[in-house]
Structure formats: C-alpha cells, structure tokens
C-alpha cells in the first residue's frame, strides 16, 4: 500500500489557506480604497442620509452631538460602513472566486445569478427604506412630538437607528433568495410553500409592524412588498425544479437508450 509524504497531504490545505489569505486581502485592500475616495466627503455622505429627518425637523431646530468627539467620529462610521457597502460586489467577487473550483457546472449556472440577485435585492432594500419608508417614518415622528418638546436628534444615535433600518430591509429583500435556496435545496417544496400563503402574509405584516411606526400605512409599506417577493421566490424556485426535473428525465431517457442492445439484423 503506497503512503503520501506528509508534504503531499499539507499542499493542498495550505494553497487553500493562502489562496484565502490572498482574497480576504484584496476584500479590505478595496473596501480601504473606496473609503480613502469616499473620506473627504464623509461630512456630505452624513448630511444626504440625514436629510429624510432633517426636512421635518421644526423651523430652527437641528440635529446635536453629544458627544466631544461625535463631529468626527459618527461620519467616519458612516462613510466606513458605506465603504463596505458599495464593495459587496468585490467581496462576492473573491468569495465566488474562492469557492467555484468546488461547485458542478449546474451549480455555477445557478449560483451566479443568486450572487448577483442577492446584492441587487440588498441595495433595493436600503433604497426603499430611504427614499419610501424614512420619510413617512420620521413625519409620523414629528407629527406626534408633545408640545413644549424640541425635537432634536443626536447624530449618533440617528446613524445607529438608520443603520439598523438599512441592514433589516436589506435582509428583508433577500426572502426571493431565501426561499428560492429553501425550494432548490429540497428542504421545502413548492406546494408546502404555497400553502402556507397565509400564514406567511400574516408573518410579513407582524414584522412590518415591529419595523415601522404604529400606523397601518407604514406596516403596509413594508408587508405587501416582503409579500410580494415571497411569492416571486417560489415563482423562480418552481420554475427552476421544473427545468431540473425534466433535465434528469432527458439524461434518464439517453442512459436508458444507450444501454438498450441494438435490435437483430433481419
């Protein structure tokens, strides 16, 4: 029985590990440049994320700092978190780079879509959140401020409210991906799935809830669209089963036509 020397059987995990080492640097190498362009305008990136509050904001009230250092500290978390964002595709890049040696080529077809969609579908998440969610959320806010009450908000706790915001939509955006895995993987079929319709839009309007103000309209905002990408999962889940059923009957259909002898010549 032949043996492998121990150099043989080390190689293959430590081309892994410095293949790894090699990406996980490119990642921060390219999150650290975006957030050198970005640095200078750290200040500009604030005020643009600020402004759904600020335009409700009473006749001369501003936002605080309450903090000695939160002037500077609270756009620098901004512009660094805006740096990781705007370089997910890099990230997903390497990470797919990383692990499509290992996939089938069936895998790699579908795989490549998901990673796109997923970060497409987080961007729109953040994108609703500002520019529908924000400002029906903070008029609500202001509307119900108590007479006699300033409202002025610190700038720091207003970064991690709205960070907290952007992460659950964006997550909330990712239910195609999600329920597309859960179908594909075969974890959950496609009828189990539609039949627990109600059960998952009663779901999306409890989460719209804890996500928004109490009033019916935000909750709505929120709700019908997690709704509605539920149901484009399983759309795209059924549909790819579909073509992966009928796939396997076709190569079925082949290896049972090459294995069948050739009929007796006459």
């Not at 904001?57 to 512009?79: E, N, R």
């Not at 370089?87 to 998901?114: C, D, T």
């Not at 009957?249 to 010549?265: F, Q, Y």
Request: hydrophobic share 55%.
């Amino acid at each position: 029985m032949s043996t492998r020397a121990p150099e043989d059987q080390e190689m293959p995990l430590v081309s892994h590990l410095t293949e790894l080492r090699t990406r996980l640097l490119r990642c921060v190498i390219a999150i650290l440049l975006i957030f050198a362009a970005l640095f200078y305008f750290a200040q500009d990136i604030y005020a643009l994320v600020a402004a759904p509050l600020r335009a409700y904001l009473p006749a001369g009230a501003t936002m605080i700092a309450t903090g000695v250092a939160s002037p500077f500290l609270t756009p620098f978390k901004l512009t660094l978190v805006v740096s990781l964002f705007l370089g997910m595709p890099i990230v997903l890049q390497q990470i797919w780079g990383f692990i499509a040696p290992g996939l089938y080529k069936q895998e790699k077809r579908i795989a490549v879509p998901l990673l796109v969609s997923s970060i497409l579908l987080f961007y729109a998440g953040m994108a609703f959140a500002y520019f529908v969610v924000f400002p029906i959320m903070f008029g609500f806010f202001a509307s119900v401020t108590p007479e006699g009450v300033a409202m002025m908000t610190d700038i720091g706790q207003y970064l991690d409210f709205v960070l907290t915001l952007f992460f659950a939509f964006g997550v909330a955006f990712e239910i195609p991906i999600a329920t597309f895995l859960l179908i594909w993987v075969g974890i959950v079929d496609v009828g189990t799935l539609r039949k627990s319709r109600p059960y998952v839009i009663v779901g999306c309007f409890i989460v719209g809830m804890f996500l928004t103000p109490p009033d019916v309209f935000s909750q709505v905002l929120l709700a019908v669209p997690m709704w509605m990408l539920f149901e484009v999962g399983v759309f795209f889940g059924a549909m790819v089963k579909r073509q992966t059923a009928e796939a396997e009957e076709v190569e079925e259909h082949n290896g049972e036509t090459a294995d069948k002898p050739p009929a007796p010549r006459p």
